[in-house]
């Protein structure tokens, strides 16, 4: 199991920029992938983006279609954390930001293929 952090949420107007950071601890993150979902009020939790870890490059990297182009995920794995780089937001954005992990290779897009999870941070997007 391993715990995990996440901080740098805030209230930004749109068209604004925000760093979520996940610092995890507690077993080998370099072999872990990571994700970050998002969940609005009244709304199901969704996938916003993955980053595997990979020996020949920096991590292999999915995002659903609405952040595309705007939002970048990226790993540190020395600092054991991972990073959600979010541009030109949009009020639609707003939404409590989770960070999650788990073992193994993959691209993976369900909540329910990650193990571990963060208590979230709340991002807010003002029109």
């Known amino acids: 199991q391993v715990q995990l952090v996440e901080s740098g949420g805030g209230l930004v107007q749109a068209g604004g920029s925000l760093r979520l950071s996940c610092a995890a601890s507690?077993?080998?993150?370099?072999?872990?992938?990571m994700g970050w979902f998002r969940q609005a009020p009244g709304k199901e939790r969704e996938f916003v983006a993955a980053i595997t870890w990979d020996t020949w490059s920096s991590g292999t990297t999915s995002y659903a279609d609405s952040v595309k182009g705007r939002f970048t995920i990226s790993r540190d794995n020395a600092k054991d954390t991972v990073y959600l780089q979010m541009n030109s937001l949009k009020p639609e954005d707003t939404a409590v930001y989770y960070c999650a992990a788990r073992t193994g290779w993959g691209l993976f897009r369900s909540q329910y293929e990650y193990a571990d999870w963060g208590h979230g941070t709340q991002v807010t997007v003002s029109s």
């Open positions: 507690g077993r080998t993150f370099s072999r872990y992938t």
